[in-house]
């Protein structure tokens, strides 16, 4: 099993930034990939974007420019760091890890909303 705890969302101002952080804990040697899905009213949970444990990022072209993505290794966390928000970027973020075939947890999810 692999815990996920999620922290940082909020409310902020369009332009605004925030950093979400997501620990990780539990039997991390299954893991190879952690990212971040958001979920907007409405909508399905898509991909924003994700990193590998060797180091591989991928993003969601819609945060190409804007979102960063990183680690902690000896902290067992990754981090999403959001700059110039947009309202279209108002969801719940679910933190993810998945590896091996039947590995794949989330987290219980932040909400970020952005306001105009």
């Not at 990183?70 to 108002?90: F, G, I």
């Amino acid at each position: 099993q692999v815990r996920l705890v999620e922290s940082g969302g909020g409310l902020v101002q369009s332009g605004g930034s925030l950093r979400l952080s997501c620990a990780a804990s539990g039997e991390l040697f299954n893991i190879n990939t952690m990212g971040w899905y958001r979920q907007g009213p409405g909508s399905r949970r898509d991909l924003v974007a994700s990193i590998t444990t060797n180091g591989r990022v991928n993003y969601a072209d819609s945060v190409k420019g804007r979102f960063t993505i990183s680690r902690d290794s000896a902290k067992n966390t990754v981090y999403l760091q959001m700059n110039t928000l947009e309202p279209e970027d108002t969801a719940v973020y679910y933190c993810n890890a998945h590896g091996r075939p039947g590995y794949n947890y989330w987290g219980q999810g932040t909400q970020v909303t952005v306001s105009s």
